[in-house]
């Protein structure tokens, strides 16, 4: 029999509100320089993913938005904290690479311990914790070499994953952490985004997953957020909701299509502070 949801536990996030939200440059296949953005429609659909978070009885903290920095609004890339500590971003593409110091900034100036990446890695982009391991995707942003940088600092176990589909180009693209629960870990992942190897290890080490079908896989609904019984997911993963429901999860369907222009869905806008 599958585990069922272990149950909902208090989230600390930091979200960054889109005030200067476009696509004004190309870094995935979803961007398109040449389609209009609608920022108004952005900053609501924002709004109604952090009051889903407040309502849920998280904590949401906001980082100021930097003129220039569209790709800002996607927090989960900023840093990964673990215990409390902070490992920073260094981004692979010059157009985000301004990123990294500003959020590290923020949690220096807060008294978190920060550690500054010699290794290219997007944040939790691309760092999953679920239990006691680290799931760490490469293969298009983060290089497998901070992988060992960010199990040295943390020590914890980091298994690499290889990314094989540039739509599915960051790891919180692809899996989606249901359960970071140690007692309990489980994960959703769609499997066509990964190497034959990846596969086999992550059925190894999560062989009740939930498998994303393809619709759920476009409609990003990877890109979610659960707190151990509520997931906030994109609406037009249905199979995926139907699968959580199965389980004892709660599906919070939020609409960020505007954000999803960049690329990035609910996941992406927000990074989770384990103290
Ligand atoms: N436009 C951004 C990029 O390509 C989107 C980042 C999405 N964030 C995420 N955590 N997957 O870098």
Known sequence: MTATAPGRTDRHYLMCEP??????YEINPWMDATRYTDVELALRQWRTLRDT????????????PIAGLPDMVYAAN??????GVVYSAKFRHPERQPEGPAYQKWFADRGYVTHTAAMINEGEGDILVVGDLILAGTGF????AAHAEAQELFGRPVVSLELVNPSYY???????????????????????????????????LFPD????????AVALGLNAV???????????????AAALRERGY??????TSELLKGGGGAKCCTLEIRA
Do not use: M
Request: glycine share 6%.
């Open 19 to 24: 005030v200067h939200y476009t696509v004004s």
């Open 53 to 64: 978070y407040l309502e849920l009885g998280h904590r949401v903290e906001t980082i100021e």
């Open 78 to 83: 900023g840093a990964t904290v673990v215990d």
């Open 141 to 144: 942003r983060t290089e497998r």
């Open 170 to 204: 960051h790891l919180d693209t692809a899996l989606a952490v249901i359960s970071s629960d140690p007692a309990s870990p489980q994960i959703a992942y769609y499997p066509a985004a990964f190497s034959a190897g990846s596969r086999a290890v992550l059925n190894r």
């Open 209 to 216: 997953a939930i498998l994303a079908t393809d619709s759920d």
């Open 226 to 240: 659960s707190d151990g019984e509520n997931v906030v997911v994109a609406p037009g993963a249905r199979d995926l």
């Open 250 to 255: 709660t599906p919070i369907p939020v609409d």
